[in-house]
C-alpha cells in the first residue's frame, strides 16, 4: 500500500512539474490542467480560473488546440488522448508560436502521468 502511494504522489508531483514549468513570464503568463470533467488540477496562479475550458472546447470538438483572444491576454487550450486539458494564459503581444511549442512539448510529456 505505502509503495502504491508513494508512487501515485510521485506521478502527481512529475505532472505538476511539467505545469509549473511551462510559466516563463514571457510568452507564457500561467498554466492550467484540467481533468476530464472540467475541474481543476493543478495551476500556477490563483488568479487565472480555467473553469469553462472544457465547455469552450466541446464548442468546437474535432481540434484538439484552441485559441482564444481576449482583450487582457490570450488563452490556448490543448485537449488531450485521456480527455484531460492544458490551458495556458499568454500575453496578447507575446510569441504564440514559441507558447504553442511549449505547450505541444508539455502535451507529449504529461500524457504517461495522466
Known sequence: MQIVMTFQLLRLSVGNTIIADLV???CILSAALLDTEGFT???TSS????????EIMDLNS???L????????TVVITR???GHCI?????????LGKARLKLSKA????????
Request: charged share 30%; hydrophobic share 35%.
Open 24 to 26: 516563463d513570464n514571457e
Open 41 to 43: 488540477i493543478e495551476r
Open 47 to 54: 488568479q487565472f480560473k480555467p473553469t469553462v475550458m472544457n
Open 62 to 64: 474535432d481540434s484538439e
Open 66 to 73: 484552441l485559441t482564444v483572444v481576449g482583450e487582457e491576454s
Open 80 to 82: 488531450l488522448e485521456t
Open 87 to 95: 490551458v495556458i494564459q499568454c500575453p496578447n503581444d507575446g510569441n
Open 107 to 114: 502535451r507529449e510529456a504529461i500524457l504517461p502521468f495522466l
